[in-house]
């Protein structure tokens, strides 16, 4: 099992920034890949971002490139989106997902496990 906490979230204006933060427990973190999906009210779960299992390849959701980072420290257990230029059409509540694999990953579907999700507010 793996146990995932993410936080972070909170009210922001448009065209402020946030980090979220995810931290892993539980199996070696250095197994899964990862990544950050969001769902706003009455919609599907979008997927926003993915990192591989050592950070050197990522890959993003046409919305948010060029705004969003994501980022991992192996030796903390956690991964980071550094969400920057925010608009109002990104709040959602942002959820951590692993998935058993070195590669990329980018349907909510593998991923195995997933933290609770942190609200994000972007105000106009």
């Known amino acids: 099992q793996v146990q995932l906490v993410e936080s972070g979230g909170g009210l922001v204006q448009a065209g402020g920034s946030l980090r979220l933060s995810c931290a892993a427990s539980?199996?070696?973190?250095?197994?899964?890949?990862m990544g950050w999906f969001r769902q706003a009210p009455g919609k599907e779960r979008e997927f926003v971002t993915t990192i591989n299992w050592n950070g050197g390849s990522t890959y993003y959701g046409g919305s948010v490139t060029g705004r969003f980072t994501v980022s991992r420290d192996n030796a903390k257990n956690t991964v980071y989106l550094q969400m920057n230029s925010l608009k109002p059409e990104d709040t959602a509540v942002y959820y951590c997902?692993?998935?058993?694999?070195?590669?990329?990953?980018?349907?909510?579907?593998?991923?195995?496990?997933w933290g609770q999700g942190t609200q994000v507010t972007v105000s106009s």
């Open positions: 539980g199996r070696t973190f250095t197994n899964y890949a």
């Open positions: 997902a692993a998935a058993d694999g070195t590669g990329l990953y980018i349907t909510s579907t593998d991923y195995e496990y």
